[in-house]
Structure formats: C-alpha cells, structure tokens
C-alpha cells in the first residue's frame, strides 16, 4: 500500500486551498469510481486525497428555473437518471445515464467525475505499460490492440488514442449543457461544458483544460419545443460496459424543416465529438430518409481508422442512423 | 481417446474387492419413491446464502499469514539477477522464496522457481507478511532484473523453423493425436458435395467467482490444506510427492467452492509455494490468487484453429470426415482433463471415413487446462458450424442433415451406446420445444434487426467410472451419516448424494447427512470433472447403503428371533415378506446401539459391451442488428441426455449456467494480449466481458428424465459440461440463419459481426 492522506474538505474552498498546494500530488475524491481503481492499479500515486463528497457549498441535487435544470455537482448517476425532472426535461440525459456502469456503481458515480473520468485504455490502465497519456513516450494502442480506439483525431495527429469514456458528456453536450466553475482565483465562472475538453497535450497529458478549478454545478438550458432527441449506446455487451461507441442526438423541427440538430458521439475520439459536417447537413432539411443517410456518412467524414476498429466507422454510421431514424418518426408522427 | 479415458483409467471393471458391496450387484432402480428425482434444493443453500458456508479464503487461523507471489513482467526470458534482501528486511515479512533459495521443486517441465521465465505472470518468487498489504509491498521490494529472449505468442509461429524454443524438447508439447477410420480418400472422392471450411476459436478465461488458493498449515510434520480445488486426493498424492511426505502426512479440505469449471482439476504452483511458505516461517500461510494472477497463470481454454472438411451425397449422407485441428497450449501442459477438439468429430456422425488429427503446440503465454467441455466446445463450434454450411449447401433443413446421419453406436469404441435413442430424444424435445421459423415474433419489428434460428448437436461423456467408493454408518437414532473423499465444487454434488442415499434406504432427505471435502475422512475419489462426478459416486452411494441395509436386515432377524430369508427391506422399514411383522430402522438402531450398523460401496466397472455417453441438442434464436453488430441471443432452447434425473432444479441450473457461459464464449469472452511485448489486456473482469444476465437469453430446459439403465446402478449420467457445448455453434448457425453471412472466428464480437457484413455488402 502506498501511503496517501486524506482529507474532508468542508468547502470547496479549503479543498481549492489543498489542491493547489505547490510539491504535493494531489486528487479530489467524491463517488471515488475512477479515482480508487486508478490508484489500485498504480496510474496514479496522489499523496493526498480530498474528499469533498461533505463540502458546504456543494449538493446532489436537480432543480428547475427559468434557465432550465441545474445539476450538483455531487448529484449520482442514478440520481440523474432517475429524477423526474431531468427525465421530463432532458429526457437524452436520463439516457445516458442510465446506460453508464452498474446500479452500484451509478449509485455512487458523480455528474462531474463521469465528466472528469480517465480513459479506459488497457494500455493507460496497465501497470505494466509506462504510456504517453500516463507520462512515457508512446502511445501502445496505436500499433496494438486499439478495437476500442479512436477514429476521429484532430486536425494535428494526436499523441493518444484512448477515448473519452463518458456516457453524460455527448448527451450534455449535445444539449448545450453548461458548466460552473470554482476557478483558481475563488470566483465562479460559467463556461460552455464542450470546451472543457481538449484532446492531451504534451504538456497537459489529460483530456480536460479544468486544471485546479471545482466543478460546482451543471446547467442544461430548456429545450426549444419540438426537439426531440435519443441516446444510442453500444457496447461489447448489453450492460456493465463502456461505450464502443454512442451518439447523443438533438433535432428540433419546424414547419417540416430541421431548425437545430446537434450529434455529439462518445467512445471514438479522446474527447466527445462533435460530427459537425453531419449537424450542418441536417439543418435546414426536412427529417426524411436521404438526409438520414446523408448524415450519416457524413458523420463519419475524417475518420481514420487504427489497425483493429475499422468497423467503428460503420458502427457510428449505423447509430447515427438509428438515432436519426427515431427522432425522425416521431418528428413526423407529431 | 475420450477425456475421461485420459483422466482416470479406462473405465474398465473395478478391482476386486472383499469388502465393499460392488455397485453392480444392485438391482436397477425401476422407480422413485423417495427423495430422489424431486426438485429439493441444495442441503448447503441456507449457509451459502446466510454466508456461513467457508470457502478456502475464508480460513482465518491463529497467527496466520498472506503469501503473494511476484510474476514476470516478460513473456519470455533469464532471471538475470535477484535480490529480495529489501523485501526480506520489511517490517511483516516472515518468509521470501525464490530460485536462490527454494526447493529445487519440479511442477511439470520446469522448477517451481524457475530463472526461465516463459509467460507474463509466470512465478518468480513469493512472501509470506502479517498483512496481504505488507505482502503486495514486499513484492514491489524485489529487485529483479531479466535477460529478454525471443517470444512467440501464437501455434503456426511457434511451430515455424527458428521459432523460439519455449521447452527444451521444442514447441510441440505432445506427439500429434492422430485417429483414423475408412478411408478418406475414397471418401471425398464419393462425395457429392464437399465443405472446406478453416474455423477459429479463442483463449477463454475460467473467471471462476472463488480463485484459486488455500491455506496452509504445518503441525508435527503433518500438513493440512484448505483449498479450492475439484480433486482433493489428486492435491494430496501430488503434493506429498512433492514434498516427499507420505500421504497420511498430507490432508487436504475442500468444504465449499466458488467454481472451477475445470482449472481446479490440478495442482497449480500455488499449492507448493504456499506449503513452502508455511513451512519457512513456521506460521500457517494463506496464498488466494487475485484476479490478474488468476486470469493470467491458473488456466484457460486453448486457443485453436480447425481445418476443417465434409464430403457428402446429395441426400446428405456424409462419406468423409476430416479435421486438422492446431491448439495453443501456452507455457506449460498442466495436465488434467484433456482438450479433446478432435473427439466429436470421431463420433458424432455415422461415416464410415474419418480421419482427425490434432496438434498442441507450446506459446509464451499463461498455460492452458480443462475449461468446461475442454477440446469440445471448440470442435463443436467447427463441426456443427460446418454441418449448418452443408445443410445450406444441399438445401436440407439442418435437423434434418443431422438426423440422416444419426448413429446408435459409439464409432470409436465399436461398441452400441447405453442410450442408443439418447440423441434422438434430445432432437425430438429441442423441436417440439422450438418455436416455428414462421411465428410471428420472428418477423421483423424493425428495419434494422434480423431473427434468425440455429441448432447444434453433440455428444460427450460423463457417464463415470471405477473407482470411488462410500461408506455409511447408522447412527442410534436411524438417521444416516455417508462419507467420502469426493468435493462439491459448486454443483450440487453434495445434495445429490444425499438424495441417492435417502433413496435407498427410503428415509427423509433431512435425516442424511453426507461427509465430503476431506481426505482424512473419506475414502479415495476422482476429481470433479468429465461431468462424471455423480454417476461415479452416486452407484458407490447405493451400493454403501444397500451394504448397511443388508446388515440391517441381518440384525433385525437376530434381534427379533427370525428367518434372515423371510425378511427384506422395504423404505425404511425391515418387513417380513408375509407381512406379519415389521420394524422401522431407528428401532433397529436403537436396539443395537452402542453397536452401529455400517456399510461400504464401491463403483463397479461399466458395460463393456455398451459406450455410456451423453447427448444434446440446443436450438438458438437471435436478434441481430445490422447497424450496430449487436447478437442478442432471445430464447435458447436446451434439450439434454443426462439419463435418469436425480434433482431437476440442480439439472436446470446447470443448464441455465452452461448456456449463459456459454453465450459469453460465443459472444464476447476473448483474451487479448498484446503483440509487441506478451503481456495480456484484459486480465480483468473491465475488460474480459462475461455474460451479464442481460445477456443471457430465456433458457427453455428440456430435459429426458429417461433412466440410463444400462449404464450405471442409478441410471443417471453428468450434466456439468454439455449445456455449454453446443451454443456457441447454434448461435453462430442462427447468425447465419439472420444474416446470411458465417463469421467463422469466435467470437462474435460487434466488431466481427459488422466486417463480414460488410464483406458480404462488398460481395454482393
């Protein structure tokens, strides 16, 4: 056992101070799903934990306002994907969350650690390998087993492979979910969610630009009426996995025209993917069955793939479309 | 030859004995009156559930300790320099064992401690500390460095010429298993049609819940282990030889176990490190593998590929079989039940040209042993998979291909099998349980999802063998104690003993108490495996009980003044044969107590003019998206051969459990290790994908309870193994039914499933 100690933050405030302390590795610890594992299996080695799961000024609850939902950042997965709110109001977020993990473990996942979570990559996660993402010099998947890699990188070739695990994060993003935070300096800051995310670079080897400020809250606007949206999720098997690959889809349609799509795919690029050339090519067309097929090649416009996920390509083709397909009908049922 | 043949013995007559009442003099059970054949649930479910029950791990001793072993890095090298002075010099640490200074042990074809290092997680060296935290730091103070040597990870590269030798004797660990009937030649030559087809199946991992381990404990040169494994008595003779201790020095206990599915069938490393530990810090050691060192050195389903070839007339009778079938082994052969890919291929059809051939060839990689129907789930997977592939080809319903080729007898052996019928049954039940291809749930409810049907067939044995014996002692109050030197790993092997002895004797289930999982109480019995265990032991059960009863009646005539030969047994009761007199048990034993009343049994030989196998035949049905890959297996239908039923709820669960295990061999179960330098990925429950139980389809159970009359003295047969075998295939085969497309790796995964889609998109 590796020797750490631990901390109750009483706010976050005192857990900022404990964090940015200079020369002691330091880890926030909440639901403890990832944070835990990671440190069992020695990726991480923190000196210090800070628990924050008792701050003050943080709380596990979904409210509505004029704004729409705000969500706690201590607020579990099961919380989320059981709350009457956010099913009657984010519907995509229930989703998603219900999809994640186990009961036992979405009963103890927080909203902002799925969003802060590491990758799953069995090269990071594997003691025996010292891999880019985890402070070495390669990235092993990129020539190994990748079939769970990514397909989508950047406009410059990225260092790392891993994908971005999290179920919430397309669904939030999709629903242009914002974000408040904690910053350094004490004062909260409001940002879009989607530009928390930032493919690793070699001097920030994470794939968040969070850096030493909390999350506090989520905020999820209200959806515009006839939008309807769907989260589609597969996996090696039907539960108990991560994402192969899954699609938060968005559409609002008026007067037989898409006003708004918005598809953000997860488990295929280091963070949530936008597929912006599909999203344009919807807009403005109406929800039938040339555009579906559009989009979805479309959405798979730049993918490259590795050695062993080729048929990723095909699998964000196919959830594209069986997205598509859903919000479609029910578009035109309406 | 068969697995069972290879396990223990030819199954031929028992050795003579003068004591023991021989199974074969019984009379066969011509119906059930009493507790056997009824659904009774396990005698051990309310200590299992209340958590009372101890498995290995739950042994917390006086003063005892937690071992834990360091594994190489490396998939292959030289142990170029060790220096375990630092873990030594820790506060905790009682013991450190390594090649310096271990035993020079040798465990198959190398030492214990061997500086040849030949799969990632093989044993380097091993502690013994106050606390497993202690013990894991100890580990990391170890300081070793290796010499790397060229690896090979898969069969055709290690049999290459300049292949790294992983042994010294080479990469092929055995002299190729070569069998042949007829005449192949002509055989293909007289087909009308012939299938060429090359099948895959992957490394599977056991992931018993309950890993491997035990605790050791010394006392005045005797030691005692608890361990989880499926054969007591093999633990204790192969450890004492180990050791050199005799085997009234050894004494191994296994009272409850969290599964082994064939990995527990042999003594592992673990077994001697944790003696050895015991031994040098003079403290009892316990030693429980974790989950990586349990998926990457305690087992797993070889590796194989199966070239495969079918020659058949137009009707669909087959004139030639043929299958070259190549195994990858890994480090070390273990031992154990063997992997027999070829053997289905041998029987399973009437042809009269047959010739197999199969290669197990040594890989860098963690060595592989029994899995669940070892060598079969595979070489079904290729034969009925090739079968479906033949039907398609000839246009005949693919029962009915199965059917035309039907044989009573056991091909091998030359002889007539015991349940003639047996297969037969089995397709007749699978149809009738099976739903039409026309039903309306088979139509499509989306664009997107495909239905399809499959079926496969197969044949195995569990039907048991000599020896195995049982002794039984009346107490004063008539209730009944049954001891012997077999293990429940998890089956229900306990419950279904004390329901063959209440049977016999004809008293409650409630007033049998039967002793096992200790060879310093019970006599010798087999391992666990071959699904062999009941109808090994159940016959030296009945025959132990039938012993005691004999003795029974003898008293009752002595104590009651009466003609032995006016008096007979009768459940539970000693009658007079005119009806005029009888005597329940308890007040015989009660009459003679302090005198006690005993019997003793053993298994007597099996037919020799008859081949005892069991049969099956599974019929799947499966959604499959076409977008995403997606198999969702929606009802299996699983219509089995295990003769007469002893519980049919222990039948059902095994059943429910074969197929869902099963569904994970089909589906997603794949150890993945990586190229460039041996280490395995997945060597976790994360990233290795066992079924969960939404995967896991309806199971429609159906049955025979047809007694095997003229196999044993209970007429029952094993189900352990064959509800696993055949679903991969009939998965596979309504894969092909939904899509038209046979992915012939297993497999079938999201990712296989989606190539050959688009391959036959390309294609056509």
Known sequence: MRPFEYHRARDTSEAASLLSEVGVQTCLLAGGTDVLPLMKDGVIAPRRLVDIKRSADLDHAVTLDDEGLRIGALTTLAEIAENALVREQAPLLAEAAESAATPQLRDAATVAGNLLQRPRCWYYRNPAFHCWLAGGAVCHARDGHNERHAIFEGDAPSPCCAVHPSDLAPALIALDAGVRLRASDGQARDVSLETLFRPPTSDRRTETVVGDALVLEIRVPRLAPQTYTRFVKVAARRTWSFALAAVAARVTVQYGRITHAALVLGGVANVPWRARQAEQALVGAPPAEDVVDRAARLAVSGARSLGHNAYKVALVQGLVTEALHTLFARAVAK | MGHIDTLRGTGGPSPVSFEDFDSRLLPAWETLRGPAGRPCPRVEAAAKVTGSARYSGDRHLPGQLYGAILRSPIPHGEVEHLDASRARALPGVHAVLCHHDAPALRWRKCLLFDPRVRFVGDEVAAVAAETPQQAADALRLIDVRYRPLPFVLDADRALADGAPRIHADGNLAEEPKRYARGDVERGFAEADVVMDLVFTTQAALHNSLES?????????????????????????????????????????????????????????????????????????????????????????????????????????????????????????????????????????????????????????????????????????????????????????????????????????????????????????????????????????????????????????????????????????????????????????????????????????????????????????????????????????????????????????????????????????????????????????????????????????????????????????????????????????????????????????????????????????????????????????????????????????????????????????????????????????????????????????????????????????
């Not at chain 2, 007040?587 to 099996?606: C, F, H, K, W, Y």
């Not at chain 2, 197929?659 to 060597?683: H, I, K, S, W, Y």
């Open chain 2, 212 to 764: 491997h381990g035990c605790t050791a404990r010394w006392e005045n040169g005797s030691l005692t282990l608890w361990e989880s494994t499926q054969g007591i008595h093999q633990i204790r003779a192969d450890v004492a030889r180990h050791l050199e201790l005799s085997d009234n020095r050894v004494r191994v206990i296994t009272e409850h176990m969290g599964g082994g599915f064939g990995a527990k069938l042999v003594m592992w490393k673990h077994s001697l490190i944790a003696a050895l530990l015991a031994r040098r810090s003079n403290r009892p050691v316990q030693l429980m593998l974790d989950r990586t060192a349990e998926n990457l050195a305690a087992g797993n389903r070889n590796p194989t590929r199966q070239h495969v070839r079918l020659g058949a007339k137009r009707d669909g009778r087959l004139t030639a079989i043929e299958v070259t079938a190549v195994a990858a082994i890994g480090a070390n052969a273990v031992g154990g039940e063997s992997s027999n890919v070829t053997g289905v291929y041998q029987r399973l059809y009437r042809c009269a040209n047959v010739r197999t051939e199969q290669l197990a060839v040594h890989t860098n990689t963690g060595p592989s042993c029994a899995f669940r129907a070892p060598g079969y789930v595979e070489g079904v997977f290729g034969l009925e998979s090739a079968m479906d592939a033949l039907a398609r080809e000839l246009a005949l319903d693919p029962m009915a291909l199965r059917l035309a080729n039907y044989t009573e007898r056991d091909q091998v052996r030359d002889l007539l099998y015991s349940a003639p019928d047996g297969l037969r049954g089995c397709h007749a039940r699978a149809a009738s349980a099976a739903r039409s291809p026309d039903a309306p749930h088979l139509k499509l409810e989306a664009q997107a999802v495909r239905r399809g049907v499959g079926i496969a067939a197969h044949e195995w044995g569990g039907g048991g063998s000599p020896p195995a014996y049982a002794w039984a002692k009346l107490n004063a109050d008539g209730t009944l104690d049954v001891v012997m030197g077999v293990q429940d790993i998890g089956t229900g092997t306990r419950t279904g003993l004390t329901q063959i002895a209440a049977e016999e004797l004809g008293i409650d289930l409630a007033r049998v108490t039967v002793h096992i999982g200790d060879t310093a109480t019970g006599p010798f019995a087999p391992q666990s495996g071959g699904s062999a265990t009941l109808a090994t032991l159940g016959p030296a059960v009945r025959a132990a009980v039938a012993d005691l009863g004999a003795r029974a009646v003898d008293a009752a005539a002595r104590l009651h003044d009466q003609d032995v030969t006016a008096l007979c047994r009768e459940r539970g009761r000693i009658v007079r044969s005119d009806g005029t007199a009888e005597w329940r048990l308890e007040q015989i034993a009660e009459a003679l107590a302090p005198q006690m009343l005993t019997g003793a049994g053993l298994r007597s030989g099996n037919p020799p003019e008859r081949s005892v196998r069991t049969f099956g035949v599974q019929i799947a049905e499966v959604a499959v998206n076409v977008r995403t890959g997606e198999v969702v297996v929606e009802r299996l239908v699983a219509a089995h051969d295990c003769g007469r039923v002893i519980n049919p709820k222990l039948v059902a669960s095994q059943i429910l459990g074969g197929v869902t295990q099963g569904v994970g061999f089909a589906l997603f179960e794949e150890r993945l290790v990586d190229e460039a330098t041996g280490v395995p990925l997945n060597a976790n429950l994360e990233d290795y994908h066992v079924p969960t139980q939404a995967d896991a389809p309806a199971v429609v159970v159906a049955p025979g309870d047809r007694p095997d009359t003229a196999a044993n003295a209970i007429g029952a047969k094993g189900i352990g193994e064959p509800p696993m075998i055949p679903v991969a295939p009939a998965i596979a085969n309504a894969v092909y039914d939904a899509v038209g497309v046979r992915i012939t790796e297993l497999p079938l995964t999201r990712a296989r499933v989606l190539a050959a889609l688009a391959r036959a998109g390309e294609a056509g």
